[in-house]
C-alpha cells in the first residue's frame, strides 16, 4: 500500500525521471572487468583496480557516468558489498554517475527457478547497502541482459525485481530493460512499469557481423571480417573487401553488405527506441554499445560516431561497452594507474581530449553539473 502511495503521488509530479537525473546518464562509459570477471578478488586489488586519476580523466573528458556491471557474489557478503560501495563512493567523488548492474556469468533466468531467487536475493542485499549514496548519481538496474524469449515471462520477473529494489530505495531512479538480450526488439516488447521513475536501456551492437566480427559463429574468418567498411553504400565494393577463401564467411559478407548499413540505417534503428519512449513517454538509455578494436579503424570509429551521434540527435544516453574491454577502448587489466585514452575513439564520442601533460583543470565534482 505504500509503495502504490509513493508511485500515485510520483505519476502526478512527472511522468519521466528529474532532468538532472537523466543529465547525468548523458554520456557513459561501462568498465566491463572490475567487479564482473575480477583476476583477484583481494580487496587491495580491487581498490587499486581503477585509479583516482583515471577516474578524474573519465570526466575530464566528458563522461558523465559509469555503468558498473558485478558479479553478484559481491552482495552476498557484508565485505564485498562494502567494497562495491566504496567503489561507488571513489567514482561519485569523481564527478561520475554509477549505473550498478549485477552481471552473472552462470545465471539462467529463463530456465531456472534458483537463480531468480538469487537476483532477487541479490538486490534484497545489496539495496539497503546502496541508500546511504546520493540518489541523484547512484542508478540500480534490474540485471544485466536478461534473455527471456517469452517477453511476458521477463516483465513479471522484472517487475519483482523493481519493488524489491523500491522497498530499500524508494528516492534512486531505477534502470529497467527489455528481454532477449537487452536488444531494440525486447524493448519494444516490453510494457512500461507503473512507476515513473525509471529509465529503460536498450543494447546496440547492429549489424554484430561487423561490430563483432560475427561472433555469434565460431570459425569464420575474422580477419576477412575486419575488413568490412562502414559505411556500405556499394554492396558489391563492400563484399570484395571482405572476400575470403572460407567460403561461409564470403557468403556471410555478401549477406550484411546487401542491407546496405550507413548512417541512416543506424539513425532508423536507434529511432524505434526514440518512438517507443515517445508513444510510453518514458526515457530510455542506449546502456551498452561498442565494436571491436579488431575492425579495421575507419569503419570501427565511423560506426561508433554513427550511433552516438544517432543516440544524441534523438536526446538519449549512451554508454559505451567498454573501458577494458575490445569493443571500447581495449584497455589491460587492470588499466594501470593513469591510461591513455585513444584519441580517436574520444573524437568519434564527441569528447574534448586530455590536456597536455602537465596541465591539471579542475574536473566538475557534481553528478549535475552542466556536460
Not at 509513493?6 to 567487479?35: D, E, H, K, Q, Y
Not at 575488413?227 to 556500405?232: D, H, S
Not at 565494436?291 to 549512451?318: F, P, Y
Amino acid at each position: 500500500m505504500v509503495l502504490l502511495a509513493l508511485l500515485l503521488a510520483r505519476t502526478s509530479a512527472w511522468a519521466t525521471p528529474p532532468p538532472p537525473r537523466l543529465a547525468a546518464l548523458a554520456r557513459g562509459v561501462n568498465i566491463t572487468n572490475w567487479f564482473r570477471f575480477p583476476a583477484n578478488t583481494d580487496p587491495a586489488a580491487i581498490g587499486a583496480y581503477l585509479s583516482d586519476a583515471a577516474m578524474a580523466d573519465l570526466r575530464r573528458v566528458g563522461f558523465t557516468f559509469v555503468r558498473l556491471p558485478f558479479d553478484p557474489m559481491f552482495a552476498a557478503s557484508r565485505s564485498g558489498r562494502d567494497l562495491l560501495v566504496a567503489q561507488v563512493r571513489r567514482l561519485q567523488a569523481a564527478g561520475l554517475a554509477v549505473i550498478l548492474v549485477p552481471a552473472s556469468a552462470t545465471w539462467r533466468l529463463e530456465d531456472r527457478t534458483a537463480d531468480r531467487t538469487a537476483l532477487l536475493d541479490t538486490w534484497r542485499r545489496l539495496a539497503p547497502a546502496l541508500h546511504a549514496l546520493p540518489p541523484d548519481g547512484t542508478f540500480p538496474e534490474a540485471v544485466n541482459e536478461p534473455v527471456f524469449p517469452a517477453a511476458a515471462a521477463w516483465a513479471d520477473l522484472q517487475l519483482r525485481v523493481l519493488t524489491t529494489i523500491r522497498n530499500a530505495l524508494p528516492a534512486n531512479t531505477v534502470v529497467l530493460d527489455g528481454a532477449n538480450w537487452s536488444s531494440l526488439d525486447g524493448l519494444e516488447a516490453l510494457a512500461p512499469a507503473a512507476d515513473p521513475d525509471v529509465v529503460y536501456s536498450f543494447h546496440f551492437y547492429d549489424p554484430a557481423e561487423l561490430t563483432s566480427l560475427a561472433a555469434y559463429r565460431p570459425g569464420l574468418d575474422t580477419a576477412a571480417l575486419a575488413r568490412l567498411p562502414f559505411p556500405m553504400e556499394d554492396p558489391a565494393a563492400c563484399a570484395r573487401a571482405a572476400r575470403s577463401p572460407d567460403a561461409p564467411t564470403t557468403a556471410l559478407a555478401r549477406y550484411v553488405c546487401a542491407q546496405q548499413w550507413n548512417r541512416r540505417a543506424i539513425e532508423a534503428r536507434i529511432a524505434l527506441a526514440a518512438h517507443w519512449a515517445a508513444r510510453h513517454h518514458a526515457a530510455v538509455l542506449a546502456g551498452e554499445f561498442g565494436a571491436s578494436a579488431r575492425l579495421n579503424a575507419e569503419a570501427r570509429l565511423a560506426w561508433i560516431g554513427a550511433v552516438r551521434a544517432a543516440c544524441e540527435h534523438d536526446g538519449i544516453g549512451w554508454a559505451l561497452w567498454g573501458y577494458d574491454d575490445v569493443m571500447g577502448f581495449n584497455l589491460a587489466r587492470p588499466p594501470g594507474p593513469r591510461p591513455r585514452l585513444d584519441t580517436g575513439l574520444l573524437r568519434a564520442l564527441g569528447m574534448a581530449q586530455l590536456p597536455r601533460e602537465g596541465a591539471s583543470p579542475s574536473a566538475c565534482r557534481n553528478f549535475r553539473c552542466p556536460p
